[in-house]
């Protein structure tokens, strides 16, 4: 395979990533996690984010030019998450990606980070493109995308509240398991029962939206009620349970899309997508609509460059620039 060669910068949030590819292939993919340095405070603190990307990039960025076995003076293009996240954080890789490019005389392309979630299944799936339905979960984000075509897309439905992540990061937190808490639920919930505790699952009327703040209430209220009177289900039976009903609404929901948009592929970005039941689940389904599922592996879920060199191959296909006065945009929107 050949292509341009470009690198690939996401700083959008508490995840340095850096990747390299040559058009569709990855020759390098490296990430530093500051998950650590945010755990003792239940969450992502902006200001430490900030710092720890400042302090990653460049040694990231040296280690994945040498991972793909490149120097930078090879280089095609430059691609930085230009939004949305932490300002902070954003204007680290920003910058820094925007000079190296200035000094390499190289393309420069600021990406939406959801675009790079939706470009990600690209890189593991040939069959993937669009007409597709695309289920984005993360800490940040839960939303039903309808990708009609390359940089055309339409929002079906998101959260009305808590974000899918936020949700099992919350509940994680309540329960004493951490942070993330995606994780965390997800590794307590093996071998749990995903009936043993029943939790409602929100706005059935509203076929592409999400609701997962009366989850959260629901979960703390019966736990603490069971606490009282010392009837607390098992750790796994909890965890299974609170699983079930965080995945449930986001595969019904995922595939109201499908059903109505009569898509035939059906895909996957965000954090939460990493989720073991969550896939699993999205497998069964699309296998008995006979619909093509390209979830891409769990560390091309979670935030990395290598998406964000994906989404910036297909503008510089399509000869778009961004221009050097352009900055970090924390709100930017994908569609609308
Ligand atoms: O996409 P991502 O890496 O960063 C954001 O843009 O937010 O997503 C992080 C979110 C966190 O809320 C984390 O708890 C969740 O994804 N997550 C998971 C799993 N792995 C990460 N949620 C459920 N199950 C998982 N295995
Ligand atoms: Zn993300």
Redesign the pocket.
Known sequence: MSGPLILGIET????TGVAVLEGLEVRSSVLGTQTDEHARFGGVVPEVAARAHVEAIRPLVHLALARAGIHSRDLDAIAVTEGP?LVGSLSVGYSFGKALAWSLDVAFLGVD?MEG?LFAPRLDHDRFEPPAIVLL?????SQIVHMRGWGDYETMGSTIDD????A??KL?RFMGLG?????????ASEGGDPERMSFPRALRDRPYDFSFSGLKTSVITQLEKAKAVGTVPPLPDVAASI?EA?VDVLVEKTFNAVEATGAEIVAG??????????RERLAEEADRRGVLLAVPS?SL???NGAMIAAAALHHLETGMATPWNRDVDPGLRLAP
């Open positions: 959008s949030c508490d995840e996240g980070h979630h979960a993360s800490g940040g984000h974000a899918a992540g936020e099992f990061d994680a942070y993330p808490g995606g994780p965390a639920i997800d590794a699983q965080i970005g965000g954090g939460v997508l990493a989720n073991r039941r969550l769990k879920c979670t935030d």
